[in-house]
């Protein structure tokens, strides 16, 4: 916009031929204010400085506590621990059943019926 | 020892010099008093626009106060290097526009004649003209209307206090010459 156009010129005496001078008691107005203390608002939140950060921390608050219960969800069930293996013969015409018992802190356990 | 001390590290004196300087700056900005001494000269440029921009309404005077308090509240943040008035019409472009957000009703008032300066009287009908276009803008672009034709603040200023791309201002002030150059007619504005 920085081209001389004339008729900027012209715009610019017409805009400017309209002027307001500054009232001297709004000025003594603003002085005054600026020199008198501000009064603090009691936050309800004093830990919390800006009432901005309310905003974010509660959404993470929301997102993790989401995460802690959907977390069990999605892990799905554990498989078992084996905790024995059992492997049984029957000699159906002797009228004898064989049962092998293997413990992890058993080597083998042999129980026969 | 200082001496020393600056042979090993070249750039520690500069460092050191720029950190004063810093909390001089700092410690200037914290003085109201420097605020009105940079305030003094935009005062009547800042009341102006804050009027024109809010046509003229009841409420300018209070928008025109805030942005002054609130200018010397923040005055800390105020940089150096940057120009001051650009500063304080963006506080002020802050404050209207946060006018214009929670106005429920229209305060503004016609344009007064006794407002026109004597010089100027053969042209009130033109004058009239001006505002009149100038008050059926929206209200960001009659800011950019008149920071450029009252205020006197070039397109790059006039983006660093709107926010809005200079390609943008150039585009509203283009239309606004062209809209008013043909209300204002043809004896007017072409070169």
Redesign the interface.
Known sequence: ??TH????E??????????????SD??A???A??KAPRPQLKSRFPFIRRRIFIVPLSSAAAVLLAFLLLVPLFRGRQAPVITEIRTEFELADKNIKIIFIQKPDFPVLLTVI | MENARFAYFPNLEKILNDAEAMESFAKLNAD?RVF?DLAEPH??RL??FI??SMS?STES?DV??ET??RG?RYFASYHREKSFSTWLFAIAHNEIRKHFKNLHRDMSLP?AES???G??QT?LH??RE??RF?DSLKPKHKEIF?L???S?F??AEISRVTGVREGN??FI??RA?NS??ERLGAN????
């Not at chain 1, 012209?10 to 009232?23: N, T």
């Not at chain 2, 007017?188 to 070169?191: F, L, T």
């Open positions: 916009m920085e156009d004339p008729f900027d012209e715009l610019k005496e017409l805009v400017r031929s309209v002027e307001r001078i500054v009232p709004l000025e107005k603003v002085r204010e600026a | 109201p009105w005062k009547q009341y102006n009027q024109k003229f005077d025109f106060q002054l308090l010397l344009l407002l026109i300066r010089a100027e042209n033109l004058v001006v505002y100038a008149f450029f034709y009252d006197g070039s397109v201002v150039k002030l283009n010459r008013l150059r007017h504005g072409n070169p």
